[in-house]
């Protein structure tokens, strides 16, 4: 059979997103566009800090497919690039999401200025029944567009898509009693255990969860939910710490030292990461490092790392998943970062818990008191109080946050009521 899926890469397009696009037809009808199994578009994201260029790698079909069923058409217009699929035929959106990257948070680093590097990424979508189109859109720092920078048609009878099983890993439903369309599902994948230390694993899950559930608004949600551990088995125990000569063998290949930054912790192996996503209904990626070193990484719809073993694993985690699942921005400015001016001020963000009051009518400004002052001093009295707080986002002026403490900004908090609103939101969206 001939092959048509073609690969479309121009990074000079400039194409208008429609994030507002909520087509009806397509929001509930998951059974007229798709079978229940998963596509998986791998490529590697290549460029420098002002260039980026899609390469093309495989398709690879999924067994399972446990994400959205309901909302079809992404509503928060979230993350960096922003994924669509369209039925070929009629035209017609039919699935969207957004999310971030490795490749995105290198581009603000020194390094990016003076060499090109790429990494591995992966779309992820429902398996069509028909011919589509998928597009990918990169968010422009200058004005906040979106330019196409990768188009391709897919045909689902083409002999060319992988049907190869990648791994083999044991899956266990850890908590929860509904099906993946009815739910959010966090799929814990562990690495830097051995054969030996998969008990371990699983009791690592285990608590990690407990902890979740006792957080706000996690714990109000908790019902909605449901855990997933896949058992990925590592040569050796442990994970990479390059700025310590240490080196180890695992499925994930983590490691610290991440745009050296000695307590990111991240992989870049991403492919092998979806291997083993692949195994359980996903919409989120937990990957629990089998390491006492303090450290970790959340990106929107990409994944969570956090250190199995250090005291401070729990709170790390639900920080990281602040990032990860509702695309929460960090909210301190003192500490050290890799990144340089990764927002522009000139533009409002995206994420929920930030904004530079160009347009803050989008944000929290309807969950202040109308005696609240713009911005809000710091003070014993506002401890409590929602307003507008200058410093965050990296940057100690010209970005506000809502709160004075919160889980995005220290660890030991909770959620303040403008995260806990984003993280409910996302949620339900999945739940629904």
Request: hydrophobic share 35%.
């Amino acid at each position: 059979m001939k092959k048509i899926y073609r690969v479309f890469v121009n990074i000079t397009i400039l194409t208008t997103v429609l994030l507002t696009h909520t087509n009806v037809y397509a929001q509930n009808s998951f059974d007229k566009w798709f079978k229940d199994n998963g596509l998986r578009i791998d490529y590697y994201h290549t460029g420098t800090d002002k260039t980026e260029q899609i390469l093309f790698k495989e398709l690879k079909f999924e067994e399972k497919w446990g994400g959205r069923k309901n909302n079809l058409i992404d509503k928060f217009a979230y993350g960096s690039y922003f994924v669509e699929v369209f039925d070929l035929k009629t035209k017609t959106l039919i699935y969207s999401y957004g999310f971030c990257s490795l490749f995105e948070e290198w581009q603000f680093t020194a390094e990016a200025k003076t060499m090109s590097r790429g990494f591995p990424e992966s779309l992820i979508i429902p398996f069509p029944k028909n011919k589509v189109k998928v597009e990918l859109s990169s968010r422009q720092y200058e004005d906040n567009s979106f330019k196409k920078i990768f188009e391709i048609e897919i045909d689902p009878a083409d002999l060319a898509i992988n049907y190869e099983k990648p791994v083999n890993a044991e899956v266990k439903k850890i908590f929860g009693k509904l099906e993946p369309e009815n739910a959010l599902d966090l799929v814990f994948i562990g690495d830097g255990y051995t054969k030996n230390e998969i008990d371990s694993f699983y009791e690592d899950v285990q608590k990690t969860a407990e902890y979740l559930f006792e957080t706000e608004p996690f714990k109000t949600n908790k019902e909605k939910i449901n855990i997933w551990a896949v058992a990925a088995i590592s040569l050796e125990s442990g994970t990479d710490i390059p700025h310590e000569k240490i080196w180890k063998s695992t499925a994930l290949n983590t490691n610290f030292y991440t745009f050296r930054s000695d307590r990111y912790l991240t992989t870049s192996d991403y492919h092998s990461v979806r291997d083993y996503a692949g195994l359980a209904p996903c919409d989120q990626i937990c990957i629990l490092v089998n390491t006492e070193t303090y450290g970790g990484g959340g990106i929107y719809n990409f994944w969570n790392i956090t250190s199995a073993k250090n005291s401070h694993r729990f709170e790390v985690f639900v920080h990281e998943l602040g990032h990860s699942l509702a695309a929460l921005g960090d909210e301190y400015y003192a500490d050290e970062v890799s990144y340089e001016d990764i927002y522009n001020k000139k533009l409002e963000p995206y994420q929920a818990n930030l904004t530079t009051l160009v347009n803050f009518d989008s944000k929290w400004k309807n969950m202040l008191d109308e005696n609240t002052p713009i911005p809000t001093p710091v003070t014993k009295e506002n401890l409590k109080t929602i307003g507008v707080y200058e410093g965050a986002g990296y940057q100690k002026q010209g970005i506000y946050r809502p709160y004075i403490s919160c889980k995005m900004k220290s660890l030991g908090v909770d959620f303040c009521p403008v995260c806990q609103k984003a993280i409910s939101e996302i949620i339900n969206f999945y739940a629904e």
